[in-house]
């Protein structure tokens, strides 16, 4: 993975991570097996638009949301250490 | 840290039966199974996996023995996801089917493992003391068809660990979404039949070094997770990520236990669920208080820059070896004991490969 990064056409939520709302901790979660991530507000948009529809089209709905205030590299940068942890898939990966 | 500052268990690990077609003889179940018959009632399952879930835990591990055994599997799971829980069900994969994978999905199951005693039929048969190997790749195929999630377990030791490659080729061909390559832990059945379990470092070496590599070239996106052997490395193991922490376990006759192999410990007594909540037992047993935290370490951990890193490592392993749960884990370079390792590596090497397999005995 430290030689080419991963590709993101079509980043989708791997089937076997789920996300939750720990209503104990008061945080955004996502479990998976074995583990679990805690998220951010920007974390927990990303993984909810992670539904297989193109990256551009993830970065425009996220920058909505957030008043253009994304810094999409970041975004990215998110999305390919989680493609490293098995938790996003790139369902049509070039 | 004191009891009151500890933190919510994040994971339950419920046992809900000791029984299972399978008789591996790296088993971490105590070796004792005859005294564990009696198990709890479904009802008395699902009043657990409520309190787990009330007091902050995320995830439950269905293990055994082999979870399948138990006709409420899917009462308790489906309860387990009403309570907000994610479910995992940890299976030897022999005696299930199609149908019977689809209705755990349907009662909430969010993931599944299934295990594999070795890549070569024959092989598995042996260790796994039964044949089996056909049922399990039924099974993973099965669970696939259903749309689970699936990782492919396997626990590796002398007989089988030069196959590490094939180990990885056969999950990418079975399309499972995770593999687990866990080094045997020398406790339980395991530490009984170290001697024809242990590996040599040159084995242990060489599998690492295909791990590395394939992990690197793999293009199918497969997660591999390589659990490596304590008694090879210089640090111990971050047991448990702390005793107390992270983990509660609760055994098929209702022990609530700090870890799973923790029962054998003679010193400690643990709390029942017929007498204690997962609440009071967590955050106010002295027994999930004991080793929680660095107050309870003995030199060399006590002022070890690495103590919140490994928690003095295994207490079980510190006690097995030592003789003293508070001892510093002797796979640590800095304890005592640790010469002890060098000597249990030296005597596996040197026996014969005989091992007793896992058994209920009367």
Not at chain 2, 176 to 194: K, M
Not at chain 2, 252 to 262: E, M
Request: proline share 6%; charged share 20%; net charge negative.
């Amino acid at each position: 993975m430290t030689s080419n990064a991963p590709s993101l056409n079509h980043p989708q939520l791997s089937p076997h991570a789920r996300y939750r709302w720990d209503s104990i901790r008061r945080q955004h979660q996502l479990v998976f097996p074995e583990g679990l991530l805690i998220l951010n507000e920007t974390g927990t948009a990303i993984l909810k638009l992670c539904d297989g529809r193109p990256l551009d089209q993830l970065l425009q709905e996220l920058q909505e949301q957030f008043h253009n205030s994304v810094r999409e590299q970041e975004v990215i940068t998110f999305l390919r250490t989680l493609v490293t942890k098995g938790l996003v898939n790139d369902i049509a990966p070039s | 840290m004191t009891s009151h500052q500890a933190d919510a268990p994040f994971c339950l690990i419920a046992e809900i039966t000791y029984r299972c077609p399978l008789q591996c003889p790296y088993c971490s179940n105590p070796l004792q199974l005859n005294r564990f018959r009696n198990e709890l009632d479904t009802g008395t399952w699902k009043r657990i996996l409520s309190e787990a879930s009330e007091i902050g835990i995320v995830q439950v591990h269905f293990t055994g023995g082999e979870p399948l055994l138990r006709t409420d599997v899917g009462e308790l799971i489906a309860h387990a996801k009403k309570s907000g829980l994610y479910s995992h069900l940890i299976t030897a994969g022999v005696n299930t089917s199609k149908e019977q994978l689809e209705s755990l999905r349907h009662s909430g199951l969010d993931a599944i493992q299934i295990s594999i005693q070795d890549t070569v039929p024959d092989e598995n048969d042996r260790l796994a003391g039964c044949p089996s190997f056909s049922k399990k790749k039924l099974a993973v195929t099965n669970a696939k068809e259903t749309g689970l999630p699936v990782t492919l377990n396997i626990v590796l030791h002398r007989h089988n660990l030069d196959r590490i490659e094939e180990m990885i080729q056969l999950a990418q061909d079975w399309q499972v979404d995770r593999l687990e390559l866990a080094h045997t832990q020398y406790l339980g059945w395991a530490f009984h039949n170290r001697n024809s379990l242990i590996p040599s470092r040159t084995q242990v070496e060489h599998a690492q070094q295909v791990v590395d590599h394939l992990r690197e070239t793999d293009s199918s996106g497969l997660q591999i997770l390589h659990v490596l052997p304590d008694y090879y490395q210089s640090w111990p193991k971050p047991c448990l990520q702390g005793w107390g922490r992270i983990f509660m376990t609760v055994t098929p006759d209702g022990v609530l236990l700090p870890c799973q192999a923790s029962r054998d410990i003679p010193e400690l007594s643990f709390p029942r669920v017929s007498n204690s909540s997962l609440h009071e037992a967590w955050f106010n047993s002295s027994v999930f208080r004991k080793f929680r935290g660095t107050d309870w370490m003995p030199e060399p951990c006590r002022t070890c820059d690495r103590r919140h890193i490994d928690y003095g490592g295994c207490r079980c392993q510190a006690f097995l070896l030592t003789g003293d749960v508070h001892q510093t884990d002797p796979v640590c370079t800095f304890a005592p004991e640790h010469e002890q390792i060098q000597h249990l590596i030296q005597e596996a090497d040197q026996a014969n490969h005989e091992f007793q397999y896992r058994r209920f005995q009367d």
